[in-house]
T-cell receptor, first 114, second 111 residues
Framework: SQTIHQWPATLVQPVGSPLSLECTVE??????LYWYRQAAGRGLQLLFY??????ISSEVPQNLSASRPQDRQFILSSKKLLLSDSGFYLC?????????????FGPGTRLTVL | GNSVTQMEGPVTLSEEAFLTINCTYT??????LFWYVQYPGEGLQLLLK?????DKGSNKGFEATYRKETTSFHLEKGSVQVSDSAVYFC??????????FGPGTRLSVLP
C-alpha cells in the first residue's frame, strides 16, 4: 500500500531564516506531487505541483520554492521566511496521468514563524 | 473557472442528530466530486467521492449524491457521533486541471 510522509511535524523558525520541508511517498511510482498551505481557520491553497523529476509548476508567486530531486521526494524551501509563511503545510500525491483521481494527503507540517 | 461553495460553519450538533453539510459547485463539463475530512492536527483524509452524475458516494455512514441538475454534492449522515467532530472539505477536479477545495465546514458534535 502507499504511504506518504512529511517532516518535520512541527517547526518554529525566526523571520528571515531558511526553510526546508520534506515529503516522500512510498509504494507507488511516478506520482503527481503537490504542496498546499492551510492558513489558520482557512481552506487549502495550492502552492506547487509536479508531474515528474525536476518539473515544478507554481500556482502562486511567493516567498517559497519547490524541488523534486527524486521520483518520490518533494521539497518545499524558502531562503528567508516571512511572518505570513506561518501555516499548516500539506503534501499530497495522486496517480500519474490520472487527472480526475483522488489526492492522498500526508500528515502535514505546522510551521510557526516568529 | 471552477469553484466550490460550502455552507458556513461552525456546525454544532448533539450526538445522534442528523447531519447535512451543503456543497455546490461551478464547473464546466463533468468534474469528479469529493468530500475530505480533517481531524484536529492531521492531514486530509478522503471520506467519499463520486465521478459521474447520480453516483452516490458513501463511507462510515456518510453519504453524498452527485446532482448535476442542481450542481450539488451535499454530505449527510443519519446519526453523528462525537468522533465525527472535524473539518469537512468539499472538492472537485476537472480533467487536466487541479483540485479546487471549498473553504471547509467545522463540525462539533456534543455528547
Amino acid at each position: 500500500s502507499q504511504t506518504i510522509h512529511q517532516w518535520p511535524a512541527t517547526l518554529v523558525q525566526p523571520v528571515g531564516s531558511p526553510l526546508s520541508l520534506e515529503c516522500t511517498v512510498e509504494g507507488t511510482s511516478n506520482p503527481n506531487l503537490y504542496w498546499y498551505r492551510q492558513a489558520a481557520g482557512r481552506g487549502l491553497q495550492l502552492l506547487f505541483y509536479s508531474v515528474g523529476i525536476g518539473q515544478i509548476s507554481s500556482e502562486v508567486p511567493q516567498n517559497l520554492s519547490a524541488s523534486r530531486p527524486q521520483d518520490r521526494q518533494f521539497i518545499l524551501s524558502s531562503k528567508k521566511l516571512l511572518l505570513s509563511d506561518s501555516g499548516f503545510y500539506l503534501c499530497a500525491w495522486s496517480v500519474q496521468g490520472s487527472f480526475t483521481d483522488t489526492q492522498y494527503f500526508g500528515p502535514g507540517t505546522r510551521l510557526t514563524v516568529l | 473557472g471552477n469553484s466550490v461553495t460550502q455552507m458556513e460553519g461552525p456546525v454544532t450538533l448533539s450526538e445522534e442528530a442528523f447531519l447535512t453539510i451543503n456543497c455546490t459547485y461551478t464547473a464546466t463539463g463533468y468534474p469528479s466530486l469529493f468530500w475530505y475530512v480533517q481531524y484536529p492536527g492531521e492531514g486530509l483524509q478522503l471520506l467519499l467521492k463520486a465521478t459521474k452524475a447520480d453516483d452516490k458516494g458513501s463511507n462510515k455512514g456518510f453519504e453524498a449524491t452527485y446532482r448535476k441538475e442542481t450542481t450539488s454534492f451535499h454530505l449527510e449522515k443519519g446519526s453523528v457521533q462525537v468522533s465525527d467532530s472535524a473539518v469537512y472539505f468539499c472538492a472537485l477536479i476537472n480533467y487536466g486541471q487541479n483540485f479546487v477545495f471549498g473553504p471547509g465546514t467545522r463540525l462539533s458534535v456534543l455528547p
